[in-house]
């Protein structure tokens, strides 16, 4: 069975870092674009980042300069590195898998759509 899994998530104080990891399970993570997204509590999900097959990186606007996206030189492996982490960043954050890159970019930027695989989550609390 085709899945992702995430994990790296943990408790870290404001302006701290993390990194979370995303891997796959049952198929070739290198042929597909891969999405982070995260849901805080009471809120709905949002995108965070993705990256392409080809490595092309998008962020949206929440995160951009302190969160990189990138993916080890097998593509077994895709990492979110957070930087500077805000209160507000506590929420379960998702990997999400698919084979269409312009519709990664879509959800992850905010529309409605589907994508093919998703993890179960793993939590990342920013204290104050």
């Known amino acids: 069975e085709a899945q992702v899994v995430e994990s790296g998530g943990g408790l870290v104080q404001t302006g701290g870092s993390l990194r979370l990891s995303c891997a796959a399970s049952g198929f070739t993570l290198e042929d597909y674009a891969v999405g982070w997204f995260r849901q805080a509590p009471g809120k709905e999900r949002e995108g965070v980042s993705c990256i392409s097959q080809d490595g092309i990186t998008y962020y949206t606007d929440s995160v951009k300069g302190r969160f990189t996206i990138s993916a080890d030189s097998a593509k077994t492996t895709v990492y979110l590195h957070m930087d500077n982490l805000k209160p507000e960043d506590t929420a379960v954050y998702y990997c999400?898998?698919?084979?269409?890159?312009?519709?990664?970019?879509?959800?992850?930027?905010?529309?409605?759509?589907?994508?093919?695989?998703w993890g179960q989550g793993t939590l990342v609390t920013v204290s104050t």
């Open positions: 999400a898998a698919d084979l269409v890159w312009p519709a990664m970019v879509a959800v992850v930027g905010g529309t409605n759509g589907y994508l093919e695989l």
